[in-house]
Structure formats: structure tokens, C-alpha cells
């Protein structure tokens, strides 16, 4: 029988490859976005090319109630979710603290936090009551460190950090893993989306090798498939050129 596997953010990027990456070795996949055509387009995708059953929820996870509306929506079969992958989240921005704009800020906190928060309130009560599942939640290198001109989206990622390892000592009388996955540079819509230029990735990713969204989608596949008395707390994955947030070997 295939376990369920919901994703967040799943219309691009880490989500998307995630989504693939568990239909492909035997999850039915929840893939939750805000772009509904593109959740169509990857349902399709996954029911033919990786034979696995896929429901696209289109709502957006800043937004409380259109959470909880997608949930009550769900079909009873659909309810049984083994695996949780918080993953929808952004960086808006890149200003030093006093700078920042208000709406950057706050776009920053109801994804990257709030959101996790929401989605999560709607699973783990029925992960409880079946006394089994497991939360992977995405973070950054940013919740490890602290760099120039990161200042909220690094604390909106130190927040994830704080909240998996609340989760996972809430969770643990219940059976539950609670995971995080801490990825440095991944050439995704990220940087686009930060620095609100299309040509962004060209100039972040400049003489080197980052990694692709497949990368982290593979890590999370491991983390989610070990035996039941294995959990994988924390990961971070860099590619090969990068050392830390800030230190990375060019060939320029």
C-alpha cells in the first residue's frame, strides 16, 4: 500500500522535485501551491509518467483559513498523510536591517513560519491519532548562520530551526519524526524571487557548480525511506564549492 506524502511549495523548485521524487519510489502524493495551473500540470505529470496517484491543493499557506478549508476538503483516503514536507518558503529581499521594507518582512514571516505553522496544525493531530508519520521541514543554511543583509529571512530560518526542535520533543511521545533539511546554494526560482531579477540566478551562481532541487529531493527520499527506528534529525547540504553561507570557491 502507498504512504501519502504531502508537499508544500510543490509548483517549483524543491517541492516539485520532491513531489516527483516520492511519487517515483512509491508515495501518493498532496502537492499544495498557489499557482493552480501548475499543480494541474505536475498532478498530470506524476499520474503518467511515475504512476502514483497525486491531488493538487491550490491555496496559499499565509492565509489561515484558506488552510483550513483545504484540509476540510480533503477525501477520507486522502487523510492518512505518513509524511509532511514543509517546504514553501522565500527570501524577499536582500537590505540591510534598517532598510528593509515592511512588506518584504512580513511576506518573509507568514510563508516561512506562520505558514509551516498552519499547515502543520491541520496534519499532526492526525498523524497523533494514528500514532505514526514524520515531518520533514526545509530550512537554509541562513537558520545555521547569520549573513550581511539576511537579517529576517535568517531569523525567519532560525524560527524553523527552534520550531523543529519543538516539534520533535512534542511529537516524540506520539511516535512522530520531526526532520530538518538545511540546503545552501540550490539553483531554483529562489534568487529570481529575492532579488526580483530574472536573470539572478546567472549572476549568485557565477563560476560554480550549486545545487539542483533533484539533489535536495533525494536527501529528503533517504530521510523519509530509513527503518522506523531510524530518524535523521538534521541535514545540511552544500554543493561541493560552498564552505559556509558566505564562503564559497568561484572559477572565474
Known amino acids: 500500500m502507498r504512504k501519502i506524502a504531502l508537499i508544500t511549495g510543490a509548483t517549483s523548485g524543491i517541492g516539485k522535485a520532491t513531489a516527483i521524487a516520492l511519487a517515483s519510489c512509491g508515495h501518493n ?3 499544495t501551491g498557489r499557482r493552480g495551473e501548475r499543480l494541474e500540470e505536475l ?7 511515475h504512476k502514483a496517484e497525486a491531488l493538487p491543493l491550490a491555496f496559499d499557506v499565509r492565509n489561515n483559513e484558506e488552510v483550513v478549508e483545504a484540509f476540510k476538503s480533503l477525501p477520507d483516503r ?8 514543509n517546504n514553501a518558503g ?10 528593509g521594507k515592511l512588506e518584504d ?24 491519532e494514528r500514532g505514526e508519520g514524520h515531518i520533514v521541514n526545509i530550512s537554509s543554511v ?15 530560518k532560525h524560527a524553523v530551526e527552534a520550531i523543529t526542535k519543538g ?3 512534542d511529537l516524540n511521545p506520539y511516535g512522530i519524526k520531526v526532520s530538518e533539511v538545511c540546503p545552501g546554494m540550490v539553483e531554483t526560482e529562489f534568487s529570481v524571487v529575492r532579488l526580483k531579477d530574472a536573470d539572478a540566478n546567472n549572476k549568485v551562481y557565477k563560476g560554480l557548480k550549486p545545487l539542483l532541487a533533484e539533489d535536495v529531493a533525494e536527501t529528503i527520499v533517504f530521510i523519509v525511506t530509513r527503518p522506523k527506528h531510524v530518524s535523521i534529525a538534521d541535514v545540511l547540504i552544500f554543493p561541493n564549492s560552498q564552505a559556509s553561507s558566505t564562503i564559497a570557491k568561484r572559477e572565474l
Request: charged share 25%; with cysteine.
Open 43 to 49: 498532478a498530470e505529470e506524476i499520474k503518467v509518467k
Open 105 to 128: 518582512w512580513e511576506q518573509m514571516i507568514d510563508t516561512n513560519v506562520k505558514g509551516l505553522l498552519y499547515v502543520s496544525k491541520q496534519v499532526m493531530p492526525l498523524m497523533i
Open 78 to 85: 486522502w487523510k492518512s498523510i505518513d509524511v509532511l514536507i
Open 167 to 169: 516539534m520533535r520533543i
Open 142 to 156: 541562513a537558520g545555521k548562520e547569520t549573513y550581511p543583509k539576511g537579517n529576517v529571512y535568517c531569523a525567519t
Open 29 to 31: 502524493v498532496i502537492i
Open 90 to 99: 522565500l527570501a524577499a529581499g536582500m537590505d540591510t536591517i534598517q532598510d
